[in-house]
């Protein structure tokens, strides 16, 4: 919902009213200029309706398994968003996003954030920097996995579970890091000479589900980062305490996560280099480079994935191309291929994909 358009038709309103009572004619009809300074104070309060809508065509070829095409939803959500001053210097914003609608099913859900809820946060932003507390990408993912959440096609199946195997079915390749989504408090520092620090902390308290049913301990994961950003580049260096403890031998070793990324940001073309390792558990290194060319912007990546948690390590290659294409500013339409192999008992995977894309 765009605010500046209803804004600009009540101030040319708001104009022919005072042209009409200075020319001595009846401006009852009209709104005043308080009047219209009012309403733009209530529309700034008001929250912005965003959103996008996906859909795709795609072919799924699984080793030992066969192949199957299903046209269905792809990363649709829709969202809330705002920031009003609360004072000169400081303001306060909030975030929500939804990528499914509660049913009655879910009426007997215990968690805080539940599976529909895909960010939900509040906070303050000013001269001291800017921290919120909600559910949101941690600060480590925003700055250090860069490439899995560049492409369209994130998982291979529309509830993200793999059907044969129960687990989720993501394509792409992300860090080995445990630090959760929710229940977080995350800072950023204000700009010192291109550089900023960031911060974050899960809350895992003991009234929290997971931990009050045995899933997970009580902790305080937290995440630190360092980001700088000269000119077209950008650098980043981060860690992960891993300390929320879960069920998995991933979650219970608590071994730091450490990454680093590289990004090059030119007119036309995107170059992105991140590695990311944790000890005896796995190891992830990606390579990302984007050109555009007028409406049309054309990518391809490799992403290497050597885990260690399995009988035997198992080192995963995945490869994906995409040609994107703007209609308009809201409209996109794209072709996406990828392929991942691995040497060990995870099957080879092909997948192509058409779609389009719409943003509100």
Known sequence: MKRKGIVLALAALAAGGVQAQDSGRSGDSELTLAEVDALTHRLDMMPEIYGQLGLVMEHRDTDGRGSETAFRDSNSWIGLRNRTELMPGTE???RAEWTSIPSAADEDGDRMFDEHVEYAYIGLEGDF????GGVDDTVYEQQLDRV????????????????????RARRHLFGPYTTGRDRL????????????????????????PEVRDGDEKESRPYQ???????????W????????GGGNTVQEMDNENTYGGRMTY????????AQYQHRKDIASVAALLTSYRVGPNRFSISWERERDELE????????????????LTESMAVYVEGYKASSNEQTPDRSDLMIGARYRF
């Open 185 to 208: 408090v995350q800072y950023t520092t204000p700009s010192w000479g291109d550089l900023r620090l960031h911060g974050a902390v899960q809350l895992n308290e003991d009234g929290s």
């Open 224 to 234: 630190a980062v360092l980001s700088y950003t000269p000119g077209n580049w950008e």
């Open 148 to 167: 899995a959440n560049f492409f369209e096609g994130e998982y291979r199946y529309e509830d993200g579970v793999d059907p044969a195997t129960g687990k």
């Open 129 to 132: 920097g800017r921290i919120w």
């Open 265 to 272: 940001e030119g007119e036309r073309w995107h170059f992105t």
């Open 92 to 94: 306060g914003f909030f």
């Open 311 to 326: 009988p035997e390590t198992e080192t995963t290659n995945a490869y994906t191309a995409q040609v994107m294409h703007d």
């Open 236 to 243: 980043a260096l981060g860690m992960d305490s891993n300390d």
